[in-house]
């Protein structure tokens, strides 16, 4: 595992979202797949209270309780309508494994 703060995982071929789905299972993504990540600023109307889900559709939030204490949450871009949006402890870390697996990461 090149990153794994519990809720956020990067090892050599996947972004590893934890308790993703309702159900409580993770959403691997193949680092192939995904298009760009973008840094956000949390905000309380950027998605710093939403602890999981979706408020508007488009962001889906994985499960994070520390969620509102967090300033930065990292927006992926899949080609689809929905972006996953995810809190990692340290988004500056998860940034650099993105950049060298060939992600184009927008901070």
């Known amino acids: 595992m090149l ?3 519990g809720r956020v995982a990067c090892d050599e071929n996947d972004l590893i ?6 159900w409580g299972s993770a959403k691997k993504i193949p ?3 995904i298009r760009t990540v ?11 209270w939403r602890i999981w889900g979706s408020s508007d559709f488009i962001h889906w939030w994985n499960l994070d309780p520390a969620r ?10 899949l080609g ?3 972006l996953p949006s995810i809190t ?3 988004p500056e870390q998860v940034g650099r494994i993105l950049r060298e697996k060939g992600v184009t990461v927008e901070f």
């Open 17 to 22: 979202i934890r308790t993703y789905y309702i």
């Open 31 to 33: 680092y192939a797949s």
């Open 88 to 90: 990692p402890d340290d």
């Open 80 to 82: 689809k309508s929905i």
């Open 3 to 5: 990153y794994d703060d």
């Open 38 to 48: 973008t840094r956000q600023p949390l905000t309380d109307g950027s998605g710093r």
């Open 68 to 77: 509102p204490k967090k300033q930065v949450a990292l927006i992926i871009d």
